[in-house]
């Protein structure tokens, strides 16, 4: 959020990593989120609002693998039962559509914009609570269903103005799939491999063993799409490469020539509950990514599991640049200026800032006109 907020005097006023947004920004930032939003609808997705807080199980229990997380937690006096504040609206969606949206026909599309807070912050991104703006499409995880939510996060991107958009593919749950057949490690060698992936370390992956180092290749498999694809082919693996090769190329396929194309096959995101197909969107000029997505599963009440996909955005660093601003006309009305005049105007688009007694000053009150009788003047 804004650096304007905790800055200066205000320091210490808010806990560390929650800000106010002042003018213009928070107007930028519901005008963007209504951007995204607006596109996203216009495909089709219906718009959802679940609440900030909830039974810490149902935040973290509906998605298959989701990480234990950190959590904002705090005891309900009135269930008695712990309450989580949302650190993603994702999960909050699988639980609408694992119950009360059980019976809906599929594929059912959703979507959401709101705040979501996490336990602490990190280095890229000091603030903890974000805005988040995104979009669900429950009952499939085919590669139709992510070619459709991949450039519908494009497009929303698009439609609030970012161009130098980069779409970085990974692969979550390949390093399970391998270890569990055509490159085999043992359960406690997962985790180890994968670090070593995370932090792309060939030597600390080739010392873990011979096993461990036959996903050398993967770190090789990173960077510009076509030619890390090339590279991924060269891994003999069996079906479970060649299968999501082919998924991949898919889903690539039809993507703008705008659009950059990157590979990070053993990549993870943060919350972890991606299945086959992930991916992260980064916008030229901002550092970290600005939104996230990919197939997950959910798990019905009943233990039935659901297919699904979507992508989260977080604008907050687009509305700190400027992103959502629109030059807005605003013009000073003297005491006892036309009702019905000042009705025109503001029809036409203008922000009318009336005087309460004779001493307001319209240009410091941020006005660049003022109306003298019938005529808007400048300052
Ligand atoms: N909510 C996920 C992204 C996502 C949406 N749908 C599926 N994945 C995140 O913020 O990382």
């Not at 804004?2 to 990593?17: D, F, R, T, V």
């Not at 290749?217 to 590279?231: Q, Y």
């Not at 980064?282 to 979507?310: C, K, L, M, Q």
């Not at 005049?341 to 800032?353: M, Y």
């Amino acid at each position: 959020m804004s650096s304007a907020g905790n800055s200066g005097g205000q320091m210490g006023l808010l806990p560390e990593g929650l800000s106010d947004r002042l003018p213009p920004q928070a107007e930028a930032s519901a005008r963007l989120a209504r951007d995204v939003i607006d596109c996203v609808s216009a495909h089709g997705y219906q718009r959802v609002m679940p609440p900030l807080a909830e039974f810490e199980e149902t935040l973290t229990g509906r998605l298959k693998s989701a990480r234990a997380q950190d959590l904002l937690r705090a005891v309900d006096p009135v269930s008695q039962r712990t309450l989580a504040l949302r650190p993603d609206m994702t999960a909050q969606v699988g639980r609408i559509a694992a119950t009360r949206l059980a019976s809906a026909a599929r594929p059912l599309r959703l979507c959401y914009s709101g705040p979501v807070l996490k336990l602490r912050a990190n280095q890229l991104r000091p603030e903890r609570e974000q805005l988040q703006v995104g979009a669900e499409l429950i009952g499939s995880d085919s590669v139709v269903a992510a070619t459709e939510i991949v450039s519908v996060a494009i497009e929303a991107l698009q439609a609030a103005g970012v161009s130098g958009i980069t779409v970085d593919f990974t692969l979550p749950d390949l390093i399970d799939e391998l270890a569990a057949d055509a490159l085999p490690l043992g359960v406690d060698e997962i985790e180890a491999v994968r670090a070593e992936l995370d932090s792309k370390d060939a030597g600390g992956l080739a010392e873990l063993g011979s096993a461990a180092a036959a996903y050398l290749p993967l770190i090789e498999a990173t960077g510009p799409f076509h030619a890390a694809m090339e590279r991924l082919e060269a891994i003999d693996a069996g079906g479970v490469l060649a299968s999501r090769i082919a998924a991949l190329r898919a889903i690539a396929k039809p993507i703008g020539w705008d659009i950059t194309l990157t590979l990070d096959p053993t990549e993870r995101h943060s919350f972890a509950y991606q299945s086959w197909f992930g991916f992260s969107i980064f916008a030229e000029g901002f550092i970290g990514e600005i939104g996230r997505g990919g197939s997950y599963t959910i798990i019905h009440p009943d233990g039935r599991e659901e297919p699904a996909t979507g992508f989260s955005l977080y604008p907050d660093p687009l509305i700190d640049a400027g992103f959502g601003r629109t030059d807005e006309r605003r013009i000073f009305l003297p005491l006892h200026a036309d009702a019905e005049r000042a009705k025109a105007l503001r029809a036409d688009g203008w922000r009318t800032v009336a005087a309460l007694s004779a001493g307001d000053d319209g240009a410091a009150l941020g006005c660049s006109h003022w109306l003298d009788g019938d005529t808007p003047r400048a300052y």
